[in-house]
C-alpha cells in the first residue's frame, strides 16, 4: 500500500466494534445456555478465529450481515472434543483466554497459532493454570505454542489467588475463566489495573464478580444466560483516526460510538496531554460499557512523559503514539512498556527503525523510546512485520510525510480492521 501526503481530514465515521469485546461475547456466548446475538461484531481476522475454535468445540454460530453473530449456547459444560488442533491464527486473545476455559473442560486438546503466535510468551498462563491442578503444557517444552490441555476430568479445577507479575488483560481473564470451572473463588491481583470487559461482560452474563482496586475475583460454576450485545466501535480502531485529524493541519473529524471503558482511554488523556483538542460527546452506557462520540481537531502538540498506570490503558496504541510524538514540539519519553517486545512484533524496535528511516529522531530504550519531535518526516518502504498495528500507524504517518510511503505487508490489517485503508480514503 503506498501512502501519501493529504489536505485536511473533515467528517463523520464510525470504526468497527471492539476486538476485546467481540472475543469476550463469542466465549461467553458459547459457555451461556440459550442464545447470544451480538450486533456490530468485529469481523476481523483475530475475531472469525475465536468463531473456528469454538465451531470446532461443537458451538453452533451464524454469521448473519450488517456484523451480526447469533451464539448458540450450551452452558458451561457443553463444549464438545474437537476432531483436531485448535488453530488461533495471529490471536494472542484467543490462544490465552480459550486455554482457560479449555483446562476446565473433561477432554483434551492441542491449541496453535501462526508462526508469530508460537513465538509469544505462553509461560505466564500455563504457571498460574498448572497452580489451579490443571494439565496444560508446551509441546515444545518451551513455554511457547503449540500448548497441549488435558482435560480435568473429575478432579476438577482448584481456585487460586494469583498475583500476575504484569498487567495483562489476557492474564487475568485466562485465570478467570478457568475459575469458573474451580472448586473456590479465584482472585488475580494485578500490579496496575489492566482492560476490564471480562469482568464486566461475566457480570451482565450472570457471574457473580467482585472487582477490588486491582483484584478480580469471580465465584465458580455459575449458571450464565445468553443476551444481547452491541458492541462498541473499537476505541484502538479509533487511535489512528484521532493521530491524523491531531496531526494533518485543518482537520475536524468526529467518530461516533466508540467504547471509552476507563481502563481503554489511556490514548485520549495522552493526546489531551500532549495538547490535543478532543471532545467527548454523547457520553452514555451500553452493555455495562461507556460509549461516545469523538470530536477531533489539529492541534499543537507538545512532547510528555508516558509511563507508570497509563501504560496498561493504552499498551496496543503506542505505536501510534510515537508517530505523533514526531510532530509534537520537545521531547516525549515512553517508559514501562516492555510489554510491546512480546506483541505480534517486537513493536519497540520496529517502531524506532522504521521511523528512524523516515528521518524521525528516535531512540530505543529496553521498555520503551524517547522521540525529539520537529523533524520533518519523508516517505520510505515500511516493514510491517505482518503486525496490523504498525501498518496502520505509518497510514498515518503517510498521510504528513514528504514523498511516498510504501507498506509491505498491508493486509495484516485485516486482523483488527478489515476497511482500513478505504476508510482513510473516504
Not at 463523520?12 to 476486538?19: E, I, L
Not at 488475580?188 to 451482565?204: D, Y
Not at 512532547?303 to 505505536?319: A, K
Not at 516525549?332 to 524521525?360: C, F, H, P, Q
Request: one cysteine or more; aromatic letters at 4%; charged letters at 20%.
Amino acid at each position: 500500500m503506498i501512502v501519501k501526503r493529504t489536505g485536511p481530514l473533515k467528517g463523520t465515521m464510525t470504526v468497527p466494534g471492539d476486538k476485546s469485546i467481540s472475543h469476550r461475547a463469542i466465549m461467553l456466548g458459547a459457555l451461556s445456555e440459550g442464545i447470544t446475538e451480538i450486533n456490530n461484531f468485529l469481523m476481523g481476522e483475530d475475531c472469525l478465529s475465536t468463531i473456528s475454535c469454538f465451531r470446532r468445540l461443537g458451538i453452533s454460530i451464524e454469521i448473519a450481515g450488517n456484523n451480526r453473530v447469533t451464539v448458540h449456547g450450551k452452558g458451561l459444560d457443553g463444549l464438545m472434543a474437537p476432531n483436531d488442533v485448535l488453530d488461533v491464527g495471529n490471536s494472542g486473545t484467543t490462544i490465552r483466554l480459550l486455554s482457560g476455559i479449555l483446562c476446565g473442560q473433561k477432554f483434551s486438546s492441542v491449541i496453535t497459532g501462526d508462526s508469530s503466535i508460537q513465538q509469544r510468551p505462553m509461560g505466564r498462563i500455563i504457571t498460574p493454570l498448572n497452580q489451579m491442578g490443571a494439565d496444560i503444557k508446551s509441546v515444545s517444552e518451551n513455554q511457547k505454542a503449540p500448548l497441549i490441555i488435558n482435560g480435568t476430568h473429575f478432579n476438577g479445577l482448584k481456585g487460586i489467588h494469583h498475583h500476575s507479575p504484569v498487567a495483562s488483560a489476557q492474564i487475568k481473564s485466562c485465570v478467570l475463566l478457568a475459575g469458573l470451572y474451580a472448586d473456590n473463588e479465584t482472585k488475580v491481583t494485578e500490579p496496575a489495573l489492566s482492560r476490564n470487559h471480562t469482568e464486566l461482560m461475566l457480570s451482565e452474563f450472570g457471574a457473580s464478580v467482585t472487582v477490588n482496586n486491582y483484584t478480580a475475583s469471580v465465584l465458580p460454576r455459575p449458571r450464565l444466560t445468553g443476551r444481547k450485545i452491541r458492541v462498541p466501535g473499537d476505541i484502538s480502531s479509533a487511535a489512528y483516526f484521532i493521530a491524523a485529524a491531531l496531526i494533518v493541519p485543518n482537520s475536524e473529524l468526529r467518530i461516533e460510538k466508540v467504547g471509552i471503558n476507563p481502563t481503554r482511554d489511556g490514548i485520549i488523556n495522552v493526546c489531551r496531554m500532549m495538547g490535543g483538542d478532543i471532545n467527548l460527546e454523547n457520553i452514555r452506557k451500553d452493555g455495562g460499557e461507556y460509549v461516545a462520540d469523538i470530536l477531533v481537531r489539529h492541534s499543537n502538540l507538545k512532547g510528555i512523559e508516558i509511563c507508570g498506570s497509563i501504560i496498561p490503558t493504552l499498551i496496543d496504541e503506542i505505536p501510534i503514539i510515537a508517530v505523533l510524538s514526531c510532530f509534537a514540539e520537545g521531547k516525549t519519553i515512553i517508559k514501562d512498556a516492555w510489554e510491546l517486545r512480546v506483541k505480534e512484533s517486537d513493536r519497540i524496535e520496529v517502531m524506532v527503525r522504521n521511523l528512524s528511516n523516515m528521518g524521525a529522531d528516535i531512540t530505543a530504550t529496553e521498555d520503551g523510546m524517547i522521540i525529539n519531535g520537529g523533524r520533518t518526516l519523508h516517505g520510505t518502504v515500511i516493514d510491517s512485520k505482518k503486525d496490523h498495528r504498525i501498518a496502520m500507524s505509518f497510514a498515518v504517518a503517510g498521510l504528513v510525510a514528504d514523498g511516498e510511503t510504501n507498506i509491505i505487508d498491508d493486509e495484516c490489517v485485516n486482523i483488527s480492521y478489515p476497511g482500513f485503508f478505504e476508510a482513510i480514503a473516504q
